[in-house]
């Protein structure tokens, strides 16, 4: 089954159709609720989600894809989310990015690494709400603009000026992190470390 | 205004990706049937909180079909069977309840019944094992009702093979018929004024308390308003390919019971 078919299948209610298109997009989806803030609601925000797209499957009329429309209502639930219990869940890092052991890579060079991501998740946290969801969702979720327009709700050209914007504030933001005391042993784009 | 640092930076943030702690996403399977059950609900202000696929599923509808019962007095579940499908489902557009073959719909039934219906078209009588032997798909019966009174054939193939079997007991009143998935889609259609959500091994049920007109759509796909008549509380599951619906008991409790009997 292809989408096109499964989309055509599910608007007449067959359950293989929607079970295709709840598989094939729950990653995705789920990815994107939990990156942009919801946290443990990743779930029911995804759950919220889909019902809300096939309710809707008949306005859909699928000149961006399934996806795109999806992450749409995604991002808007997570708005509402955060509206609603006033606050957003941040990034955290893997416990195992710092104590996972490595037998290929130099335990130093490791720590450096864990150490340059631990400081970009603060980089990235520390962006104005609107600059972080574009960077979040153009490279942690790998989304393209249109996707990221759509996420966000935003138009496209905004998303494409927000991200040069958001990746010069995030290269400052990490200059300045890498002025703290921190065991960097290497700090790149012409930071000065102690 | 991508410069040499701008890549190096997209490449960490690509990398950092993989490292980020995001909660495991839920099992497709469990939230399809999750989402199934919950598609076409009205809003509501909790709409949020955790639920299972089936818990979900009673509420609603004991909702739904409250309302429906106020709002129209012969309120009608149309039932027709469809294409062999594992779960039920809610279409979203058109406001249908499918279960295996059954599909249920809003649609009022029948105005008028008539006189002395036939239930099926075609019947003839049989032994279990000449139905078992006929019959396209496995017949079963459940054990907690002992021997079956009667067996009956109905709807044949040009080949003979039965499109519907049909089991009776009790004199008469409790009938278990038992519907080929695999060939046609469409069985009956029904009139009901109350739904409930049941589970038989596992699968989804529906429960339908009330009477109902129920008619049987032919092969072809054709309306029989011969066979349309009222039904007693229906049990309706499905195994496989094959739908079955339990007609004539009383109480939800001893129809699961007689259903998870099969064998």
Redesign the interface.
């Known amino acids: 089954m292809d989408e096109v078919t499964a989309l055509t299948r ?7 159709a ?2 295709f298109l ?2 094939r997009h ?2 995705a989806a ?2 994107t609720a ?2 942009l803030g919801a ?10 989600s ?2 809300k797209a ?5 306005r859909f009329r699928g000149d961006s894809g399934f996806r795109t429309w999806l992450l749409a209502i995604v991002g808007n639930e997570t708005r509402n ?1 955060h509206r609603s219990r006033k606050r957003r869940d941040g ?5 195992a ?1 710092v104590s996972e052991p490595d037998e290929v890579q130099d335990p130093v060079d490791n720590a450096v690494a864990a150490d ?2 631990r400081r ?2 603060e980089a ?1 946290e520390s962006l104005d709400g609107r600059d972080r969801d574009v ?1 979040i969702c153009r ?4 989304l393209t603009e249109a996707e990221t327009a759509a996420t966000l709700a935003l138009p496209k050209g905004t998303v494409k000026s927000r991200t ?1 914007r958001a ?1 010069v504030k ?2 400052e933001r ?1 200059d300045v992190l890498a002025g703290d005391p921190q065991p960097a042993k290497e700090v ?2 012409g930071g000065s470390p102690r | ?2 410069d040499h ?2 890549d ?3 490449a ?3 990398d ?2 993989g ?5 495991a ?2 099992q ?2 469990g ?2 049937a ?3 059950a ?4 009205p809003r509501r202000p909790s ?4 639920r299972s696929a089936w818990s979900a599923w009673p509420g609603w509808w004991r909702r739904r079909w409250r309302v429906l019962a106020a709002a129209v007095a012969a309120a009608a579940c149309v039932v027709a069977v469809v ?1 062999p ?10 406001g ?1 309840l ?1 279960i295996g073959g059954i599909e249920i719909s809003e649609e009022p039934g029948p105005g008028t019944l008539p006189a002395t219906p036939s239930p099926l078209p075609s019947v003839r009588s049989a032994a279990l094992d000449e139905a078992r032997r006929v019959a396209k798909f496995p017949v079963r019966a459940p054990l907690v009702l002992g021997v079956p009174e009667g067996v009956e054939l109905a709807d044949p193939a040009p080949d003979g093979a039965p499109r519907v079997v049909t089991l009776t007991y009790r004199g008469g009143a409790v009938r278990l018929d038992q519907l080929d998935g695999t060939v046609d889609p469409f069985f009956f259609k029904k009139s009901a004024v109350n739904a409930e959500f049941v589970t038989v091994d596992g699968g989804m049920a529906i429960w339908l308390p009330g009477p109902h007109t129920i008619t049987y759509v032919d092969r072809t796909g054709k309306e029989q308003t011969a066979t349309a008549r009222l039904a007693g509380p229906t049990l309706i599951w499905t195994a496989g390919n094959v739908t079955y619906r339990l007609e004539g008991v009383p109480t939800v409790d001893e129809a699961l019971a007689i259903a998870r009997s099969m064998t």
């Open positions: 599910a608007r007449r209610g067959d359950p293989d929607y079970e709840v598989a729950t990653v789920h990815r939990a990156l946290g443990d609601d990743a779930d029911d925000v995804v759950q919220e889909f019902v096939f309710s809707r499957l008949g989310l990034l955290a890092l893997r416990a990015a340059r991501r970009l998740v990235i960077v490279y942690l979720l790998d040069a990746l995030l290269r990490l790149p784009d | 205004m991508a640092r701008d190096a930076l997209i960490e943030l690509r950092l990706a490292w980020l702690d995001v909660p996403a839920p497709a399977g939230l399809a999750a989402v199934l919950r598609v076409g609900e709409a949020r909180s955790a294409p499908a594992r779960a039920a489902v809610l279409d979203a557009v058109s249908l499918r």
